[in-house]
Nanobody
Framework: VQFVESGGGLVQPGESLRLACVASGFTFSETHMRWYRQAPGKERELVASITNTAGSTYCADSVKGRFTISRDNAKNTVYLQMNSLKPEDTAVYYC?????????WGQGTQVTVSS
């Protein structure tokens, strides 16, 4: 099992980023997926979820209306479109499966929102 996250960077408040996570080692098209984030000194928190067919999605209240989760099963990739970024969105972002494969985490991708 492997997760490779990318797309992070340093942006100003109000700007956008699109994160991607390429997954391997399991049947991606049959697996629900989640994005998590972890800010310095804080616990990891759930950001968004998507079912295997993308028929249903969930976003945490803190990002609802600004972030959108999507997936491309042909590319084994899950995306997180992040708009109207705020300084409090600064964190390392990770993807994982449902149920959680807690022994398998990628390196994450750093998102820093700062003026």
């Amino acid at each position: 099992v492997q997760f490779v996250e990318s797309g992070g960077g340093l942006v100003q408040p109000g700007e956008s980023l699109r994160l991607a996570c390429v997954a391997s080692g399991f049947t991606f098209s049959e697996t629900h997926m989640r994005w998590y984030r972890q800010a310095p000194g804080k616990e990891r928190e759930l950001v968004a979820s998507i079912t295997n067919t993308a028929g249903s999605t969930y976003c945490a209240d803190s990002v609802k209306g600004r972030f959108t989760i999507s997936r491309d099963n042909a590319k084994n990739t899950v995306y997180l479109q992040m708009n109207s970024l705020k300084p409090e969105d600064t964190a390392v972002y990770y993807c994982n499966t449902i149920p959680l494969r807690d022994n398998y985490w990628g390196q994450g991708t750093q998102v820093t929102v700062s003026s």
